[in-house]
C-alpha cells in the first residue's frame, strides 16, 4: 500500500497524482502494466514555477548549483521560485533553478530543483532522426538530411591522438517518459547506423581517460522547454596501441523501468570490419554510439551500444625485425543506465558478443607495425633464426643468464642461473645443432643439486618445416661433491664428438652420432662395484658385460680420458667451488658470445 501524507492540501495532490498513475501507468486492478504508449507529449507544471520566454544571457551549472543572468526577466522572479530558462552556450537545452538570491544586473543563484518540484505531470513521447540533430556545435566535413560525416581530431594530451571520419547515416531515438510527482516510468530505445575510419596512437592510458567522448550533438525538445536528447559517440579504451579501425556499425538497444516493476533490456548490433583493421596491444578499443536524455539539466537516462575489436597479442623480437601476431575478434556491450532527477536506480549491460561468441575473428600478422599478409621473419630465419627465437624462449622461460655468489655449506661457491649455456656443435656430421643448458628455479638461491636443476638440451633443425626438433634432453655430468659441468669429447682422430655424461660410479653416456648416422644416445659404459668377480668391479658397455680392459677400450674410443691416458676433453662447469670457483663465468661468456654470434649470422642473411 501506498501512504499519503497527512495534511489536506498534500493529501488532496498526492491523491490526484496518484489516481492519474493508476490511470495511465497500471493496469486494471491496479495491477503493475504500462502507460498508453500513444498519449502525446504532455507539460504539467506545478504552481510555483516560472516559466521565462524572455532570453537568458548566461548560465552555468556545477553540481547542485546553478548561476543565472536573466537580465530584464529577472523582476519577474523572487526568492524560493522555480524558474524554468531557455537554451544558452553552457547548456543547449536551457535548464531550472529554484531560486535562493536575486542580485543586482539579474543574477539569480540557487539550486537545481528536483523534477517533482518542477512538473505536476511531464510526458514526454517523441521519435527523433538524423534531420533533428543541432549540426551547429559539431566539426563537420559535411551535413546532410541523410547523412551526417564528422571529422574526428582527438589530442589526448600525452596519452596519444585519434584520428578520423565518423559518418552518422541514421539514427532513431525514442524517449518515452512519463513523471507523475514521486512516480515515473520510462521507456527509450535507440537505434543508430553508422560508419567509422579511425587511426589511433596510444600510449597507457589511465582509467579516467579510457571513455573518451569523441562527438555530442544536442538534438533540442522544442515541445518541452529545458529537455533534450545528446547523440554522443565515445572511444572506449583498454590498449596503449597502435590502432587502425574500418567499420560498418548498426546498433540498437531499448531498456525501461517503472517503480513497481524489473527492469527490461536488450541489446543488439551488426558489424562489418575493413579488411585492414589493425590492432597491435592486448586489449579491447571500441566505439560507443549513445543518446542521453536530459531534463533541466538532469541525466535523466542514457543508453548505448559498444562495439569494437578486442585482441590477444604476442610480440616477439628478431635481430633487424619487430614482429607482431594478434588474434582479433569483435565484441559489442549494450548498456543503460536511469538516473538523476527520478526516483528510478538503473545501471544494466549486457554482453552481445565476445571473444567466445563474436561474428567476426580475425588473425593478423605485423612486422615492425606494418600489416603483413605473411611472416617474412619465417620465411628468411633459416637455421640460425631458429636457433636465435629458441635461446629467446629460453630466456623468456628460464631467466636471463646470470652468475650467483654462496655458499656450499661453509664453502665460498659460485653457480649459474637460468639460460646459463649456449653452444652451436658439429658432432661430426656436417650439422650443425645448439645445445642448451638451463637452471631451474632454485638455482636462483641455492647452490644446485646437480642431479636436478640443470636442464641439457640438443636442438636439431629441421630444414622441411623450418623449425627445432629437440633431439635429446638430460642432465648435466656432476661429481660427488655437486659440480656441475657440461663435457664434450673428440674421438682419436676427430671424426666424431660427443656430449659426454658422467656421473659418480663411473657411469658414462655418450650423446651423438650413432654409427648408423642417427642422432641420440652413441654408446653407455659403466663400471659398478661388486662383491664377486675377480677385478671387484662389473664392467658393461652398451648393456653387455665386458672385461676391464674392454671397457677401458670404450672410453678410449669416445675419446674419454681412461687408464690408456687423457681423453679430448672440453669441460663447461655451471657450478662450482673451491679451486674451480671461478669457472661458471667463463661458461656464462660462452653462452653470451655463441648468442652474439647466432645473432651476427641472422642480421648477415636478412
Known amino acids: 500500500p501506498l501512504a499519503l501524507p497527512q495534511r489536506p492540501a498534500q493529501r488532496d495532490q498526492a491523491a490526484k497524482m496518484f489516481a492519474v498513475f493508476h490511470r495511465d501507468v497500471l493496469g486494471e486492478g491496479g495491477a503493475p502494466g504500462e502507460p498508453d504508449p500513444s498519449q502525446p507529449t504532455t507539460v504539467d507544471y506545478a504552481d510555483d514555477v516560472v516559466l521565462l520566454d524572455t532570453s537568458v544571457s548566461g548560465a552555468a551549472a556545477s553540481g547542485e548549483d546553478v548561476t543565472v543572468t536573466l537580465g530584464a526577466g529577472a523582476g519577474e522572479v523572487s526568492e524560493g521560485d522555480v524558474v524554468v530558462f531557455g537554451p544558452t552556450e553552457g547548456m543547449p537545452f536551457g535548464g531550472a533553478v529554484k531560486v535562493e538570491s536575486v542580485e543586482a544586473g539579474g543574477r539569480v543563484t540557487g539550486a537545481r530543483p528536483e523534477l517533482s518540484e518542477v512538473y505536476d505531470e511531464l510526458v514526454i513521447n517523441e521519435t527523433l532522426g538524423l534531420e533533428d540533430l543541432d549540426l551547429s556545435s559539431v566539426r563537420l566535413m559535411s551535413g546532410y538530411a541523410d547523412k551526417l560525416e564528422i571529422e574526428v581530431s582527438q589530442d589526448i594530451g600525452e596519452y596519444g ?12 531515438i525514442k524517449p518515452f517518459l512519463v513523471l507523475l510527482g514521486p512516480f515515473s516510468y520510462m521507456d527509450m530505445s535507440f537505434e543508430c547506423d553508422m560508419d567509422a575510419e579511425l ?9 579516467d581517460l579510457r571513455s573518451i567522448k569523441l562527438l555530442s550533438v544536442p538534438v533540442p525538445l522544442l515541445s518541452v522547454p ?5 547523440l554522443n559517440v565515445y572511444l572506449e579504451i583498454d590498449a596503449a596501441a597502435s590502432v587502425s579501425l574500418s567499420s560498418s556499425i548498426e546498433v540498437s538497444a531499448s531498456a525501461k523501468k517503472d517503480v513497481f516493476g524489473l527492469p527490461e533490456f536488450r541489446g ?21 554510439p549513445a543518446a542521453a536524455l536530459e531534463i533541466l539539466g538532469w541525466s535523466a537516462s542514457r543508453i548505448g551500444v559498444e562495439t569494437g575489436v578486442g585482441a590477444e597479442v604476442e610480440t616477439s623480437y628478431h635481430p633487424g625485425l619487430t614482429c607482431t601476431d594478434a588474434a582479433m575478434w569483435v565484441y559489442s556491450d549494450a548498456y543503460a543506465e536511469f538516473l538523476g532527477g527520478t526516483d528510478l536506480d538503473l545501471e544494466a549491460s549486457i554482453k552481445i558478443f565476445d571473444k567466445d561468441n563474436s561474428p567476426l575473428k ?9 600489416l603483413v599478409d605473411e611472416c617474412t621473419w619465417k620465411l628468411v630465419r633459416g637455421k640460425y633464426g631458429a636457433f636465435y627465437d629458441k635461446l629467446q624462449e ?9 652468475l650467483v655468489s654462496g655458499g656450499f655449506g661453509s664453502i665460498a661457491a659460485k653457480w ?8 652451436v656443435h658439429d658432432f661430426g656430421d656436417g650439422v650443425e645443432r645448439l645445445v642448451t643448458a638451463c637452471g631451474t628455479g632454485m638455482t636462483a638461491d641455492s647452490f644446485p643439486n646437480a642431479e636436478g636443476t640443470y636442464e641439457v638440451t640438443i636442438w636439431e633443425y629441421d630444414e622441411k618445416n623450418g623449425e627445432l626438433e629437440a633431439v635429446w634432453r638430460g642432465k648435466p655430468s656432476h661429481s660427488n661433491g655437486g659440480y656441475a659441468y657440461l663435457i664434450f669429447s673428440v674421438t ?14 663411473a657411469e658414462y653416456t655418450f650423446v651423438g652420432v650413432r654409427d648408423d648416422g642417427s642422432f641420440g644416445v652413441a654408446r653407455t659404459a659403466s663400471a659398478v662395484i661388486v662383491l664377486d668377480g675377480p677385478e671387484g668391479f662389473a664392467y658393461t658397455v652398451d648393456g653387455v658385460r665386458v672385461t676391464m680392459q674392454q671397457y677401458w677400450d670404450a672410453l678410449a674410443s669416445m675419446g674419454a680420458g681412461s687408464i690408456h691416458g687423457p681423453g679430448n676433453e672440453t669441460t663447461w662447469t655451471l657450478a662450482a667451488y673451491g679451486q674451480e670457483i671461478d669457472d661458471p663465468a667463463k661458461t656464462l661468456q660462452l653462452m653470451r658470445e655463441t648468442s652474439a654470434w647466432i645473432e651476427e649470422r641472422v642480421l648477415s642473411r636478412a
Open 161 to 172: 591522438t585519434a584520428k578520423g571520419t565518423i559518418t552518422i547515416n541514421d539514427i532513431t
Open 199 to 207: 587511426a589511433l596512437e596510444l600510449s597507457m592510458i589511465p582509467s
Open 226 to 230: 529545458g529537455t533534450g536528447v545528446h
Open 268 to 288: 543488439d548490433c551488426d558489424v562489418d570490419l575493413a579488411d585492414d583493421v589493425s590492432i597491435s596491444a592486448k586489449g579491447k578499443v571500441g566505439l560507443s
Open 362 to 370: 580475425r588473425d593478423i600478422h605485423l612486422e615492425d607495425g606494418l
Open 394 to 402: 629460453l630466456e623468456e622461460s628460464y631467466g636471463e643468464g646470470r
Open 416 to 423: 649459474l642461473t637460468g639460460l646459463c649455456f649456449a653452444g
Open 492 to 505: 682419436p682422430g676427430g671424426g666424431r664428438s660427443y656430449l659426454m655424461r658422467n656421473i659418480p660410479d
